[in-house]
């Protein structure tokens, strides 16, 4: 399974901005997925997690009401809408796939079996 993260830039402080993981190869029937960031020095942290129906999802307490995390299954992507982007949010964002009939409550990285690229968002001040 490869998991192509993409729909970062550079925004300013109060922008939105949409990520997008598409997932391809041989997709799993089922799977959750997770967003993580890594900001420069520091580790990498859970942002948002949706389950395979889209019914469950769980975020980072300091992303609640500005991020939301979808997927279309039909399309095999997940997304990740961000709005009121402040600098805080400047970091390499990273899309995960948890293989299985999962809901959106996984927030560990070790609990994802496949990762993304990465893409870079940053928000200037």
């Known amino acids: 399974v490869q998991l192509q993260a993409s729909g970062g830039g550079l925004v300013q402080a109060g922008d939105s901005l949409s990520l997008s993981c598409t997932a391809s190869?041989?997709?799993?029937?089922?799977?959750?997925m997770g967003w993580f960031r890594q900001a420069p020095g520091k580790e990498r942290e859970f942002v948002a997690a949706i389950g395979w129906t889209g019914r469950s999802t769980s975020y980072l307490d300091s992303v609640k009401g500005r991020f939301t995390i979808s997927r279309d299954n039909a399309k095999n992507t997940g997304y990740l809408r961000m709005t009121r982007l402040t600098s805080a949010d400047t970091a390499v964002y990273y899309c995960?796939?948890?293989?299985?009939?999962?809901?959106?409550?996984?927030?560990?990285?070790?609990?994802?079996?496949?990762w993304g690229q990465g893409t870079q968002v940053t928000v200037s001040s």
């Open positions: 190869g041989r997709t799993p029937r089922s799977y959750a």
């Open positions: 995960a796939a948890k293989v299985g009939y999962y809901a959106g409550d996984y927030q560990g990285e070790n609990e994802y079996d496949y």
